[in-house]
């Protein structure tokens, strides 16, 4: 492991993951001084600094040392852990966190008009990807014999060239597979972006900084879904008005000057707090409710 002191991240340059990579990183405090070829970012705030690069590089810069970290998605993550696997070596990467965004699917489509049933239809047909070993390994967990046609790009039209008879690619809208007349079937991985890490995480100064980020990490994603929800309501209702928030932490209770058995509460709730759940507390005694949003959070 190289000695620099400074911790680097490799995010993806342009493309479906970098705008919100940047914007999790910034939420975690950090800022960056691009340089003039846009490559890579000065971490100012904190000795972290950024390498934007194709997707498909970050597991191999972390796999040579030249970065600690990656954001990147499990699908192109996954595939290199699964093509470094042969000889029996263990995997050089890691995932650390999921991130939450970036959602798509890696699955197998075949043509609008195939009459689709199962699995075992796949049995003898060549099915383009560039995501072999991925689709290799779930044809091999399916106990399915299909050939795998490994392309570099543009699997959607192998099937329309006939250079193989299904495909197997990432869907995120379902508008690529729509533009090209062929029909989801089947999910070989759920995917979104993932924080990766090498094997080992390095011990100096860096490792602190890997656990310091990590903590923000999770207070980012915990704030993205949880809400303050505060309310006024009878001593006596107060029980049951608890027992329908979704996901409800331990209250605050307080009590209100010169109404005897009337209390306000606040509590966090790390679940989504729909209508349904407010109209539920409103008839078990709830009054003057109100949801907010939370900005930062630190357990
Ligand atoms: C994927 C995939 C499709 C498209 C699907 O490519 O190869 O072309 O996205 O998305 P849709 O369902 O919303 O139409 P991506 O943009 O990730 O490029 P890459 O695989 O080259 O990184
Ligand atoms: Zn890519």
């Not at 498909?56 to 990147?72: E, R, S």
């Not at 075992?120 to 383009?128: C, K, L, N, T, V």
């Not at 107060?238 to 509460?265: C, F, H, K, Y």
């Amino acid at each position: 492991m190289s000695s620099r002191d400074r911790l680097r991240i490799a995010i993806q340059k342009s493309g479906r993951l970098s705008e919100a990579s940047l914007d999790l990183l910034a939420r975690c405090g950090l800022s960056f001084r691009r340089s003039r070829d846009k490559l890579f970012c000065f971490g100012e705030s904190l000795p972290v600094d950024l390498l934007l690069v194709r997707d498909d590089d970050v597991p191999g810069m972390i796999a040579d040392g030249v970065c600690d970290l990656g954001v990147v998605g499990r699908n192109v993550l996954s595939e290199q852990i699964l093509g470094s696997g042969a000889g029996g070596q263990p995997a050089p990467f890691r995932e650390l966190r999921s991130l939450g965004f970036g959602k798509c699917r890696l699955s197998v489509a075949v043509p609008d008009a195939f009459d689709y049933h199962d699995a075992d239809q796949f049995s003898g047909m060549r099915i383009a990807t560039t995501y072999p070993n991925l689709l290799a390994d779930w044809l091999q967990r399916n106990d399915v014999s299909a050939s795998v046609v490994n392309l570099s790009g543009s699997v959607e039209i192998a099937p329309r060239l006939g250079s193989a008879d299904f495909i197997c690619d990432l869907v995120s809208s379902g508008a690529t597979l729509a533009a090209n007349q062929l029909k989801e079937v089947a999910v070989v991985l759920e995917s979104e972006a993932v924080l990766a890490a090498g094997a080992e995480l390095p011990c100096d100064e860096r490792g602190e900084l890997i656990d310091m980020l990590l903590r923000r990490i999770d207070g980012v994603i915990q704030v993205r879904v949880s809400k303050l929800v505060m309310w006024h309501s009878p001593r006596s209702a107060l029980e049951s008005i608890q027992r329908l928030l979704p996901n409800g932490q331990q209250a605050t209770v307080t009590p209100i000057e010169g109404l005897d058995n009337e209390v306000a509460v606040q509590a966090i709730c790390n679940e989504a707090i729909t209508w349904q759940h407010l109209e539920d507390m409103k008839r078990a005694g709830a009054r003057q409710m109100l949801v907010l949003p939370l900005e930062q959070m630190l357990a």
